[in-house]
């Protein structure tokens, strides 16, 4: 019972044997006399259930509740550290889904999303909290990531902001400012709005407080690790995405880190449902990937650590290292999306186009093959537009390296479906790579070949047609029949003449490609096994199961 504070008994104090403590014993209860003095509390103090208590009040009976404290209820170790702080987060403006292409990939919190921090005090006594601050651990340059956004949530607004791109970050209240008090009784509730643009935030929230003379600070992160928070808006560029968007809007594009995570068997999410009362918990120190007992380092490194001509460096000491170089192999997928997320951050840097080394551009054109061939259109889109506009001017429009990155612009282009501007910049690009590098060259080839793709998807399929015959035999002639480039002009080819319904010119092509395919690169390459699915399904049209069933074999259910 507080110091000033006392029941409110029925009966009021009672000398006799009726209450609890006393005498004890069962004699008749009895009304004291008007002249009976009351019994001073004994200075030892009193013991009640193995409790030591300095006063007893005896009452017959008690009404509404009665808080019972030792000596004030403050612990030295209560004083030491008065605040209790919690931490839930709201979406901001936008209910989004965020997930990093990290190591593996991990959800992290984007910019804007409200942190709900709920203080209270472990004492009765009132904590006074003087000012907050918040503290910057580490920036990072951001990486790729997936944003997924949500119908709805939008939200009240918010008390307290912070700009994470100063130099030194304040809070902003939005109403009431600094000092708060808290008691046990008492509770104070931020909801304070971390804002980044450029960089990925460790940081931390401090706040400075007084309680009984004393003066402290309480540190509120993590469970001992920083908080983080993505910049979303280096997700954009403009109203276009930036080179670090996987592309993802409505649905997840392939191989983005969420699909990823997801196949993991992580979650992908922040956000339970947009319907929930029930706001989630700040995520544990290294996101989902704690579930499966791994833990992940906060991003603790400084803007030194990431200047752009060490992270080429780094980059081409990984391709250097890759055990499995040939991007058209699932095997090295991994290892290329490692490479690629680098080579997104590194581009998403001002002024760097990563044209100053031959080897740099050399690898550059492989990580957009890789982004093709593993479906990753959008961010190769993105990626190759900026290469190629930043090398067409730095290296010339007719450099070797400067048409090969525009021919893999070209095939991303495709992927997404984009065939008309395709058939634009590869129509341009065949002339010049005639020109600068010859008709039998590779590259020359390879453009070719992507400008009978766009000619027959747009519906000019007799020029595509003729086209392709004319790439095939140049290849030929050039390369030898069995380069893998020839084999996958013949391919093109075979499905040309499919689609034309000239069925048995395709099984001729496509019975000696699969062929070659087996001898050259083997049965479990993926040209291999396109080749003889592409098969397969045209001996199940011309109506022969059994032979497609014999060609078939154990052929996967994957590319």
Same mark, same amino acid.
């Given at each position: 019972m507080g110091e000033h504070e006392r029941p409110t008994a029925e009966g009021g104090f009672d000398g006799g044997d009726g209450g609890v403590g006393g005498d004890g014993g069962d004699k008749a209860r009895r009304k004291p006399s008007d002249d009976t003095a009351p019994v001073p509390p004994q200075g030892g103090g009193n013991s009640i259930s193995g409790g030591e208590l300095g006063n007893v009040i005896m009452a017959g009976a008690v009404h509404g509740g009665?808080?019972?404290?030792?000596?004030?209820?403050?612990?030295?170790?209560?004083?030491?550290?008065?605040?209790?702080?919690s931490v839930q987060l709201r979406p901001g403006g936008t209910l989004a889904?965020?997930?990093?292409?990290?190591?593996?990939?991990?959800?992290?919190?984007?910019?804007?999303?409200?942190?709900?921090?709920?203080?209270?005090?472990?004492?009765?006594?009132?904590?006074?909290?003087?000012?907050?601050?918040?503290?910057?651990?580490?920036?990072?340059?951001?990486? @790729?990531?997936?944003?997924?956004?949500?119908?709805?949530?939008?939200?009240?607004?918010?008390?307290?902001?912070?700009?994470?791109?100063?130099?030194?970050?304040?809070?902003? /209240?939005?109403?009431?400012?600094?000092?708060?008090?808290?008691?046990?009784?008492?509770?104070?509730?931020?909801?304070f709005e971390p804002i980044a643009r450029t960089h990925e935030i460790a940081w931390q929230l401090e706040l400075d407080w007084t309680c009984a003379g004393r003066r402290g600070t309480t540190v509120i992160?993590?469970?001992?690790?920083?908080?983080?928070?993505?910049?979303?808006?280096?997700?954009f560029d403009g109203r276009a995405d930036s080179v670090l968007n996987s592309g993802c809007g409505l649905f997840h594009e392939q191989g983005c880190p969420s699909l990823l995570l997801e196949e993991a068997g992580a979650p992908t999410s922040l956000w339970t449902?947009?319907?929930?009362?029930?706001? @989630?918990? %700040? @995520?544990?120190?290294?996101?989902?990937?704690?579930?499966?007992g791994a833990a992940t380092a906060p991003p603790h490194r400084s803007d030194d650590d990431d200047n752009p001509e060490d992270l080429r460096r780094h980059i081409l000491a990984l391709h250097a290292a890759l055990v499995v170089s040939d991007p058209e192999l699932p095997a090295s997928w991994?290892? %290329?999306?490692?490479? /690629?997320?680098?080579?997104?951050?590194?581009?998403?840097?001002?002024?760097?186009?990563?044209?100053?080394?031959?080897?740099?551009?050399?690898?550059?054109?492989?990580?957009?093959? %890789?982004?093709?061939?593993?479906?990753?259109?959008?961010?190769?889109?993105?990626?190759?537009?900026?290469?190629? /506009?930043?090398?067409?001017? /730095?290296?010339?429009?007719?450099?070797?390296?400067?048409?090969?990155?525009?021919?893999?612009?070209?095939?991303?282009?495709?992927?997404?479906?984009?065939?008309a501007e395709a058939r634009d910049l590869l129509a341009d690009l065949l002339p010049r790579c005639e020109r600068v590098l010859g008709w039998e060259a590779p590259l020359t080839l390879t453009v070719g070949s992507n400008l009978c793709a766009c000619l027959f998807a747009?519906?000019?399929?007799?020029?595509?047609?003729?086209?392709?015959?004319?790439?095939?035999?140049?290849?030929r002639l050039a390369l030898g029949p069995d380069d893998p480039r020839t084999l996958r002009?013949?391919?093109?080819?075979?499905?040309?003449?499919?689609?034309?319904?000239?069925?048995?010119?395709?099984?001729?092509?496509l019975e000696d490609t699969l062929q070659r395919y087996r001898r050259v690169l083997g049965?479990?390459?993926?040209?291999?096994?396109?080749?003889?699915?592409?098969?397969?399904?045209?001996?199940?049209?011309?109506?022969?199961?059994?032979?497609?069933?014999?060609?078939?074999?154990?052929?996967?259910?994957?590319?």
């Open positions: 009665v808080t019972f404290n030792s000596r004030g209820g403050d612990t030295p170790s209560d004083l030491e550290n008065p605040v209790i702080a889904d965020l997930v990093v292409d990290a190591d593996p990939p991990r959800v992290m919190v984007p910019s804007g999303t409200v942190h709900v921090i709920t203080l209270e005090a472990r004492t009765n006594r009132a904590v006074v909290l003087d000012a907050a601050r918040p503290v910057v651990l580490a920036r990072r340059p951001p990486r @790729p990531a997936c944003l997924l956004t949500r119908i709805g949530a939008k939200i009240e607004p918010r008390r307290f902001t912070t700009d994470f791109d100063v130099r030194v970050p304040q809070m902003r /209240a939005q109403g009431a400012d600094f000092p708060f008090s808290i008691s046990a009784s008492d509770v104070e509730q931020f909801w992160n993590n469970n001992g690790e920083p908080f983080e928070v993505y910049p979303v808006a280096a997700l449902s947009t319907r929930s009362s029930s706001l @989630p918990s %700040y @995520p544990a120190p290294g996101g989902p990937r704690a579930a499966a991994p290892d %290329y999306r490692k490479i /690629a997320s680098l080579v997104r951050t590194l581009f998403h840097r001002p002024h760097h186009r990563g044209h100053e080394s031959q080897e740099f551009r050399a690898l550059l054109v492989q990580v957009l093959r %890789y982004l093709y061939v593993s479906g990753q259109h959008e961010p190769g889109v993105t990626l190759g537009r900026i290469a190629a /506009a930043a090398w067409s001017e /730095a290296l010339g429009k007719d450099h070797p390296d400067t048409l090969a990155v525009a021919n893999r612009l070209a095939g991303c282009l495709i992927g997404l479906g984009k065939h747009l519906g000019a399929h007799q020029e595509a047609r003729q086209q392709c015959e004319d790439v095939l035999r140049r290849s002009a013949a391919s093109n080819l075979a499905i040309f003449l499919r689609r034309l319904d000239d069925h048995q010119a395709a099984r001729a092509v049965e479990d390459h993926p040209d291999t096994r396109h080749a003889k699915r592409d098969l397969v399904a045209l001996l199940r049209e011309l109506g022969e199961p059994e032979r497609a069933q014999a060609v078939a074999g154990d052929l996967p259910a994957g590319p």
